[in-house]
Nanobody, 114 residues
Framework: EVQLVESGGGLVQPGGALRLACTASGFTFANRWMYWVRQAPGKGFEWVSSISTDSTTYYQDSVKGRFTISRDNAKNTLYLQLNSLKTEDTAMYYC????????RGQGTQVTVSS
């Protein structure tokens, strides 16, 4: 059974930071591109970042320079470091096996508020 389990979300002030993690099981993690997507209240899923099997990274323009995606294949874990957070980053964040977020975990909530 494929499982993706996110953790690390929380409430943070604008300008703050969080580190999200996603533990994967049930498939060969090292052989898959992986993705972070998010869903803000009342909105659809939005691609945030991707990482290839050789750890080449890609970012949505609005998070470039603030977010960093990484992976540890030995631990079957995907990470997303969120720095300089803004209120508009508030969303449920999901790790996923596809950029549209169809095959995703249960999510972890990130709330940026003063």
């Amino acid at each position: 059974e494929v499982q993706l389990v996110e953790s690390g979300g929380g409430l943070v002030q604008p300008g703050g930071a969080l580190r999200l993690a996603c533990t994967a099981s049930g498939f060969t993690f090292a052989n898959r591109w992986m993705y972070w997507v998010r869903q803000a209240p009342g909105k659809g899923f939005e691609w945030v970042s991707s990482i290839s099997t050789d750890s080449t990274t890609y970012y949505q323009d609005s998070v470039k320079g603030r977010f960093t995606i990484s992976r540890d294949n030995a631990k079957n874990t995907l990470y997303l470091q969120l720095n300089s957070l803004k209120t508009e980053d508030t969303a449920m964040y999901y790790c996923a096996k596809d950029p549209a977020g169809h095959d995703r975990g249960q999510g972890t909530q990130v709330t940026v508020s003063s």
